[in-house]
């Protein structure tokens, strides 16, 4: 599947920096948007899975680079932006697609995983924000899209780092649309449920629990897959939702949290 079912190109003559872009989710959100039109700005931290997938993109046709840096440094994500806007001109889209899953309660956590869920999941939301929205501001134009998680909405016992910190993605998300919406800034959120990609094997093979056990939880017979989400993203993201702002859409098949 290459995320061009539609054939729609939503996104031509624009240019999208999506965080976290190599990994699960994220390669399929930069393969949507590239498929569409966008010149995708490849973020993560993860150099080989960046030029792998810009080499993927490139080869089929798309228009990407890959901007290998850590989120964890503010000055990178400052410097990254200005230098993408410098030579684009403007940004139209950032998805904040970035995370990590430390696991633990109150007590198993350690103070280490806590800062770290904050600083990955949150932090960098806020420098990347903070960084991107003069651009939109000015053009009186942009979208931003914030991978949260139906576990921030509802949390899964076991997983207070980021379960909490993805509840700070939703709040962030609904403070920054009504912050920005005066200025044509739309901010939105998707909110997954259970979608295979590299960050849930990690969780399976850490648990012992297999793919199948999972699919029969989910009322719609199986976990989602990194391109439904992308599909959504792309939706938020585009001028087909010009109304849609402070939006947290859940992605679950129905599932609830258990
Ligand atoms: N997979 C799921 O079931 C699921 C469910 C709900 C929400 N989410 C969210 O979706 C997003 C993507 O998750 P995924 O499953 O694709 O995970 P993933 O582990 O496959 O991908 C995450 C990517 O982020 C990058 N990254 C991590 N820390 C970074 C840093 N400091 N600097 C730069 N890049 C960094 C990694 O290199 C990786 O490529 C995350 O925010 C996650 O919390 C995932």
Redesign the pocket.
């Known amino acids: 599947m290459t995320g061009r079912e539609g054939g729609s190109r939503r996104f031509e003559r624009t240019t999208s920096v999506v965080?976290?872009a190599?990994?699960?989710?994220?390669a399929a959100i930069s393969r949507r948007l590239a498929a569409e039109g966008s010149h995708v700005v490849v973020?993560?931290?993860?150099a080989d899975?960046a030029d792998r997938l810009v080499a993927e993109l490139l080869s089929s046709g798309a228009d990407a680079e890959s901007c290998v840096f850590?989120?964890?440094d503010p000055a990178a994500c400052a410097a990254v932006v200005e230098e993408v806007v410098g030579r684009r001109g403007s940004v139209e889209v950032l998805v904040n697609?970035?995370?990590?899953?430390r696991r633990g309660d109150l007590l198993s956590l350690t103070p280490e995983d806590w800062d770290l869920s904050f600083s990955?999941?949150v932090d960098?939301m806020f420098h990347m924000c903070r960084a991107v929205l003069p651009s939109m501001v000015s053009a009186r134009r942009g979208s931003v899209v914030n991978?949260a998680?139906?576990w921030g909405l509802s949390p899964a016992p076991g997983h207070l780092a980021y379960n909490v910190s993805?509840a700070a993605v939703v709040a962030f998300t609904k403070n920054l649309a009504r912050d920005y919406a005066p200025h044509n800034v739309r901010v939105n959120a998707v909110a997954?449920?259970?979608?295979r990609?590299?960050?849930?094997e990690a969780g399976l093979a850490r648990s012992g629990r297999t793919v199948a056990e999972l699919d029969a939880l989910v009322p719609l017979g199986r976990i989602g897959r990194?391109e439904e989400v992308a599909a959504l993203v792309a939706f938020l993201a585009s001028d087909e939702a010009p109304f849609i702002c402070g939006s947290v859409v859940e992605i679950t098949g129905a599932q609830a949290v258990a």
Not at 22 to 26: D, F, L, M, N
Not at 43 to 46: A, F, I, M, T
Not at 192 to 195: K, N, R, S, V
């Open positions: 965080t976290g190599a990994g699960g989710i994220g973020c993560d931290v993860d899975a850590d989120l964890l697609n970035a995370g990590i899953n990955v999941n960098a991978t998680s139906q993805k997954p449920g259970e979608i990609t590299p960050m849930l990194p």
